[in-house]
């Protein structure tokens, strides 16, 4: 029967990408600076084997949550692209072309910048879940925006190009704040503006976890929304679901993703974009069902090969992972926009 | 008797506007038969869509009462509603990745649970659904890959799916060559009799709706009435609806000629 033939291909697929997310973990956390051999770190996972004290450190309070945040980091924007591009049924939509990482960057900027600003509040505003409870209502401003504007023009270029200037509005706030800022926390705005996965306490992992998984349940929910709106919005309606309850899930589960990911590792550029389209061509599927567990793994592995590279192995240095993603992510763009047919949504 | 689909009682569409409202259509009075093909029939900007979108709850209307199989139209949870009537429309913005039967299984969400899965019997209706329009052989195009008339009939067959007694169809046949036009039509006329559907659509097609349905409802002058297609033809309506210098509708032949 013709229908097996579909939903039997998947599991096979799934394996794989399990498989695939499963060898980039131990890859991650095996390179980098200091030489570990992989087999002790698989062992010394498991139990099996106590490493050296200094390496014993390295895997613990490095490594492992740099690796779990590259998990989340991954999986995360490839939702909230999905989402997005559902959403606004528009293939080049996603989190950075949107505006939403600006509008991020923006609540960011106001912590970061405004603490050295108002010195009374410096306590409170220099937590890291200030900045990503600031960072998420920064995005789910902008998307708000974003969408308001969607309403009114059909056009699908015309809703990137609001979304472009909704990040100009948000960068030019961030420039004002810098201009008054002082030069300590303009740096430190600098260097969060780069992106970076590492430096994260397993305390601030664990707060960072909470709100993803939230941003992740809210996706799943909407799953079956996500499939009606592929048929635009009077069929969904026609279908029974209420647009303005399901895009509000969708807007939600956006901006806790996307704010969550801004404030702890900086505005990450194209992978919201890359990994629906890089799903769907491994996935002959549309069912979001299928998609959103897909986009999950395909995200994982390649922000954590992204990651790999970016701690060049065996020297010293560490690049901005931002410029791994871009260098990675727009030939991916590219080549998919030149074989048009391939970006359809 | 046969039982109403559709009791429209006093009804005023139009849109609210900060000064007072603007009607398109005034003091509606019709009623549609269960299990009837009914062909909407006006000239353009006269408020066709919006009397659909109405009857299909996509639009709100301004006053009076729609009756949908004896109940009102406002009293129907979105999930009953979803369950009663199906929409179709051309104006096409769907996903284009969307493969003929994944496009046809949407047409099952009224009926599936929070994780949209599919039980037996909605593969089963999906199935038929296919077969009945004849796309089984298309299920694994894409969208994009599908010419206007497949991609109607995979539209069809999705409402199809839904299994609803009431089917309502936006313009149906624009964008058709002849072929497809009149496949569309049979296509419609065989879901009415076969599955006892009540079917409502807009076209321009007039002479073709001729041939395959038996009641029209007539907008004019802001009026919207219900005429069997004898009365149609017998009285001047077409004349007066679609006047024009140079043309002239034909009782005797039933189609319209140049003068």
Redesign the interface.
């Known amino acids: 029967m013709?229908?097996s033939k579909?939903t039997y291909r998947f599991p096979i697929a799934f394996i794989a990408l399990v498989l695939g997310v499963i060898i980039s973990f131990i890859l991650n956390i095996s390179l980098g600076s200091v030489q570990i051999p992989t087999l002790k770190i698989v062992h010394s996972l498991f139990g099996l084997e106590t490493l050296k004290p200094s390496w014993e450190h390295i895997i613990w309070s490095y490594r492992l949550p740099k690796a779990i945040t590259a998990i989340l980091v991954g999986s995360g924007l490839g939702v909230s692209g999905l989402l997005m591009q559902?959403l606004f049924?528009n293939p080049l939509a996603g989190p950075y072309v949107l505006g939403l990482s600006s509008g991020a960057s923006l609540g960011v900027a106001l912590c970061i910048m405004g603490a050295s600003l108002f010195s009374n509040l410096e306590w409170l505003l220099t937590q890291k879940w200030s900045y990503a409870i600031s960072a998420s209502l920064g995005s789910f401003v902008v998307l708000l925006g974003v969408l308001l504007v969607a309403s009114k023009v059909?056009d699908a270029m015309a809703i990137l190009i609001i979304g472009l200037m909704f990040a100009s509005i948000s960068s030019g706030v961030v420039s004002i704040l810098s201009y008054f800022a002082s030069a300590d926390s303009l740096q430190q705005y600098i260097f969060w503006g780069l992106g970076s996965l590492g430096n994260l306490s397993w305390k601030e992992v664990q707060f960072f976890s909470i709100i993803y998984f939230a941003g992740i349940t809210l996706s799943i929910?909407s799953?079956?929304a996500l499939?009606?709106l592929?048929?635009?919005e009077?069929?969904a309606?026609?279908?029974?679901?209420?647009i303005r309850k399901s895009r509000f899930l969708i807007i939600a589960a956006t901006s806790l993703l996307c704010g969550v990911i801004t404030a702890f590792s900086g505005p990450i550029a194209f992978i919201g974009l890359a990994v629906p389209h890089l799903t769907?061509q491994l996935f002959?599927?549309?069912?979001?069902?299928t998609l959103l567990p897909a986009v999950i793994l395909v995200g994982s592995i390649l922000m954590l090969l992204c990651d790999t590279i970016a701690q060049l192995p065996n020297s010293d240095l560490i690049l901005p992972i931002n410029a791994i993603t871009a260098i990675v992510g727009a030939p991916i763009v590219i080549y998919l926009l030149v074989k048009r047919?391939k970006m359809?949504? | 008797m046969k039982k109403n689909a559709f009791n429209i009682i006093d009804l005023d569409l139009g849109y609210p506007n900060k000064k007072g409202n603007e009607v398109i259509l005034k003091k509606l009075n019709f009623h549609i038969e269960k299990g009837s093909l009914v062909a909407l029939i006006g000239a353009n900007g006269s408020g066709k869509s919006t009397l659909l979108r109405s009857l299909?709850k996509?639009q709100a209307f301004l006053s009076g009462t729609i009756e949908v199989d004896q109940k009102n139209q406002t009293t129907y949870s979105?999930?009953a509603?979803?369950?009663k009537?199906?929409?179709v429309?051309t104006?096409n913005?769907?996903?284009?990745?969307?493969?003929v039967?994944?496009?046809v299984r949407?047409?099952r969400?009224?009926y599936?649970n929070?994780?949209?899965?599919l039980n037996q019997q909605d593969?089963d209706t999906v199935?038929k659904a296919m077969r009945f329009t004849e796309v089984e052989q298309l299920?694994?195009k894409?969208c994009?890959e599908l010419s206007d008339g497949q991609l109607q009939r995979a539209l069809i067959s999705r409402a199809i799916a839904?299994d609803t007694d009431i089917i309502l169809l936006d313009e149906p046949t624009t964008h058709l060559d002849i072929h497809h036009k009149v496949n569309t039509l049979s296509l419609l006329q065989k879901l009415c009799t076969t599955l006892n559907k009540t079917i409502l659509f807009s076209t321009h097609e007039i002479e073709l709706a001729l041939q395959v349905c038996n009641s029209f409802l007539c907008i004019h002058n802001e009026k919207v009435d219900l005429r069997s297609k004898s009365e149609i033809i017998e009285s001047d309506i077409l004349n007066v609806i679609f006047k024009h210098s140079s043309l002239y509708f034909d009782a005797r032949q039933e189609r319209f000629i140049f003068k």
């Open positions: 013709q229908y579909t559902t049924r059909q929910v799953i079956k499939n009606g592929q048929l635009g009077v069929y309606k026609s279908l029974g679901h209420s769907r002959n599927s549309s069912n979001h069902k047919k359809m949504f | 299909a996509q979105p999930l509603w979803a369950q009537v199906a929409w429309h104006e913005n769907l996903s284009q990745n969307l493969s039967e994944e496009l949407l047409g969400q009224p599936t929070w994780l949209d899965r593969i199935e299920s694994q894409k994009f839904q």
